[in-house]
C-alpha cells in the first residue's frame, strides 16, 4: 500500500486522513503543535449545507448565494459540484462522530450568517469546529492506520528530481521541535492541509498556526498560486487588548444584532432613554446602522461589504471599533452561544445587554494552491498538475470562492475536496518512489546566536501588512508595502542561508514569501472586485 504523508491536522488534513487509513492506506499526519490547533478547532458559525439533493430549490438558492458574494467570479461548476456533495459528507462526518445541534423535534437544527438568504447552516451551538475537530482527532487517535505526529513542523517538498517540477513531489522535510533535528519524511504522495494565513496581519481570527507554510512550500516547489490577493476580513472580531484573538460570530447577526458606529450608539441610546420614559418597548437600532448607508442588507451583507463599510466608518470618525448591539433581542444567550458569553465575561461585558466592541480582522486566505477539481496541484506557467502533490482545506484555490467567500463555506470545501483526494488516491494507488531522498542541508548552518532580528523583522513585516494592505488599498501603499517586503526578504534569506531551522525563523521566511505574493497579486489588479479594493481603480462607488 502506497504511504501518503498529510500535512496539517484540521478538517481538511485529517478527514483525508480517515477517508485514506479507512481504506488501507498508511497515512503520516504531521502537524506543527498538538494536533487540534488548527482554524478548523476554532470555527464557531457553522458548515453550510442542504442535506437532501432532492431539495432542488434549497441547492439553487445555496448555489445563487455563493455566487453573489464571489462578486461574479466563482466557477460556478466548482460551486455547484460541491453544494450537491454537501450531504454526504455531512453523513460521513456524523458517522465519524460529529454531533451536530437538533430541534426538539429531532430534526438538524440550521442558522444563518451574513450572505445567506436563508437559514442552512449546521452547527454545534457557537463551537462547530471544535466539536468536528474533537470526533476527527479522536478518530485518527485510534486508527491503527493513521500515524499522527504532533510537534513535526514541515520545512520544504522534496521534489523527485531536483529543479523538475514537472516531476513531482516525493517528500517533505521537517523540524521535530522536540530533538530540533531535520527529518526527511517519505511518501508517495503529499497532501497539503496547512490552513491560512491571518497571522501576516495584527488584527487576526487565527489561531499562530495559521502562516500560509503549505502555499509557501508549494510555490517554492513551483506550483501555481492564485488569487492572493482576495483576503477575507471578518467583520466582526472582539476589539480586546487580549492577545488572544477571539471571534464574534456572523450568526449572532444571523438572529438579529445589529451594527452600530459611535454616532448610531448614542441616538440608538437616546431613543431608548425617551422610550423607557413613554413606557414604550425598545426601539431597534436598526435604522440607526452605519451599515445601510452602504447596502440595503444592512449588516447581514456579504463579509465585504460589511469590513469595508466598519473600515471606511472608522477612519471618518476616527474609532477604533464599532458596537454589536444584542439588547433588543430576546434570547437565551448563555445557552445559544455559550463560548462567546464566556469570552465576553472574561472581558466585563454581557452578551444579550452590552454593546460589544468589534473591528474587523483578518480571517480567511481565499486563494490558494490552485487545484484542479480533484485536489491536484497546478504547476506554475505549465499548464499540467504536478505529480503527487495535492492541496485540500484554506491553503487550495479550488474557484469556489471567487473574489470573497461566503460564510461557513470553508468547512464545506474542506470536506469535499479531502474526499476527492482520498477517493482518487485510493483508486489510483502512486506508485512508489524507489530514488534517492536527500538530506537536508546541514552542513556548515549554525544555532541562531540571537533571535531579535527574527522579532523585529516578523514585527515589521506584520506592520507593514497590516498598514499599507488592508482592507481599502491604494497604488502608493502597495508600492511601499513592496519594496518594504522586498528588503525584508533579502535579510530573512541570509539570516535562512546560514542559520539551522527554527520554528521562527521557517514562519517568517513563508510570512514575508506570501506576503510578496499578496502583494504582487494586488498590484496586477486591473479591477476592484469582493475583497480587493484599491481606491485607485474605483470607477462606480464601493462595491
Ligand atoms: P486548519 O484547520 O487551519 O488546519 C491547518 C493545520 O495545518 C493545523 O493543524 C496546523 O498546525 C497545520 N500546519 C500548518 N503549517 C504547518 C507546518 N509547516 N507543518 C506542520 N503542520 C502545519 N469556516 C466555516 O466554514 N465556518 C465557520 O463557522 C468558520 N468559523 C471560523 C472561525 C474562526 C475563528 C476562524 C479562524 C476560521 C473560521 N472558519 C470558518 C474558517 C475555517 O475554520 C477554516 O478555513 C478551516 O477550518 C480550514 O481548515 P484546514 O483543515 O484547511 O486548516
Ligand atoms: C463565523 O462564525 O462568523 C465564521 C464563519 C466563517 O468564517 O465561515
Not at 52 to 69: A, W, Y
Amino acid at each position: 500500500m502506497a504511504h501518503i504523508a498529510i500535512i496539517g491536522s484540521g478538517i481538511a488534513g485529517l478527514f483525508a486522513a480517515s477517508k485514506l487509513a479507512d481504506a488501507g492506506h498508511n497515512v503520516t499526519v504531521v502537524t506543527k503543535k498538538r494536533p487540534k490547533d488548527s482554524s478548523t478547532n476554532w470555527a464557531q458559525g457553522g458548515i453550510a449545507a442542504i442535506l437532501d439533493k432532492t431539495n432542488l430549490e434549497g441547492m439553487e438558492s445555496h448555489v445563487q448565494d455563493t455566487l453573489r458574494s464571489g462578486d461574479g467570479t466563482c466557477d460556478e461548476a466548482v460551486v455547484r459540484s460541491i453544494i450537491q456533495e454537501a450531504g454526504e459528507r455531512i453523513r460521513d462526518l456524523i458517522r465519524i462522530g460529529v454531533e451536530f445541534e437538533k430541534e426538539g423535534d429531532g430534526t438538524y437544527s440550521f442558522i444563518r450568517e451574513g450572505g445567506h438568504t436563508t437559514k442552512r447552516i449546521l452547527h454545534a451551538k457557537d463551537a462547530t469546529g471544535k466539536e468536528i475537530e474533537r470526533a476527527l482527532t479522536s478518530y485518527a487517535k485510534h486508527h491503527h492506520g493513521i500515524a499522527l505526529k504532533p510537534n513535526t513542523l514541515a520545512i520544504d517538498l522534496i521534489q523527485r528530481h531536483h529543479g523538475h517540477p514537472e516531476k513531482g513531489v516525493a517528500g517533505v522535510w521537517c523540524l521535530d521541535q522536540d530533538t530540533k533535528e531535520v527529518v526527511t519524511l517519505e511518501a508517495d504522495a503529499i497532501v497539503l492541509a496547512t490552513g491560512g494565513v491571518g497571522r501576516l496581519w495584527k488584527q487576526t481570527t487565527n489561531p499562530d498556526v495559521a502562516t500560509g507554510d503549505g502555499l509557501a512550500m508549494a510555490y517554492r516547489t513551483g506550483a501555481c498560486v492564485d488569487d492572493m490577493a482576495y483576503i477575507q476580513f471578518h467583520p466582526t472580531a472582539l476589539a480586546s487588548t487580549s492577545a488572544r484573538p477571539f471571534l464574534i460570530s456572523e450568526a449572532v447577526r444571523g438572529v438579529g444584532a445589529v451594527l452600530l458606529d459611535e454616532r448610531g450608539l448614542n441616538a440608538w441610546q437616546n431613543a431608548c432613554d425617551s422610550s423607557e420614559k413613554h413606557g414604550d418597548p425598545m426601539p431597534s437600532p436598526e435604522p440607526y446602522s452605519f451599515t445601510l448607508d452602504y447596502t440595503p442588507e444592512g449588516s447581514m451583507a456579504t463579509r465585504d461589504i460589511v469590513a469595508r463599510a466598519i473600515d471606511q466608518q472608522m477612519k471618518t470618525l476616527g474609532t477604533t471599533h464599532v458596537h454589536l448591539i444584542t439588547a433588543h433581542l430576546d434570547l437565551p444567550w448563555q445557552e445559544k452561544f455559550p463560548t462567546i458569553a464566556r469570552r465576553l465575561e472574561e472581558e466585563g461585558l454581557v452578551l444579550g445587554k452590552d454593546p460589544i466592541p468589534v473591528v474587523p480582522a483578518a480571517h480567511y486566505m481565499v486563494g490558494g494552491v490552485r487545484v484542479d477539481e480533484i485536489g491536484r496541484a497546478h504547476l506554475r506557467d505549465v499548464d499540467a498538475t504536478m505529480p503527487h502533490l495535492y492541496a485540500i482545506g484554506e491553503v487550495a484555490c479550488t474557484g469556489m470562492h471567487g473574489a470573497n467567500r461566503l460564510a461557513s463555506n470553508s468547512l464545506l470545501e474542506a470536506v469535499v475536496y479531502a474526499e476527492r483526494v482520498a477517493k482518487h488516491l485510493i483508486e489510483n494507488p502512486p506508485e512508489t518512489y524507489d530514488g534517492n531522498h536527500p538530506k537536508w542541508r546541514a552542513d556548515g548552518l549554525e544555532e541562531l546566536k540571537e533571535h531579535a532580528p527574527i522579532i523585529h523583522d516578523r514585527t515589521s513585516l506584520v506592520a507593514t501588512m497590516s498598514e499599507e494592505v488592508g482592507i481599502v488599498r491604494s497604488n502608493q501603499r502597495l508600492k511601499r508595502a513592496k519594496r518594504r517586503l522586498d528588503l525584508l526578504h533579502e535579510e530573512i534569506d541570509m539570516m535562512w542561508e546560514n542559520a539551522r531551522p527554527t520554528r521562527e525563523i521557517v514562519e517568517l521566511r513563508n510570512l514575508c514569501l506570501i506576503g510578496q505574493l499578496v502583494v504582487d497579486d494586488a498590484l496586477s489588479r486591473p479591477e476592484n472586485r469582493g475583497l480587493h479594493y484599491n481606491v485607485d481603480l474605483i470607477k462606480d462607488g464601493m462595491r
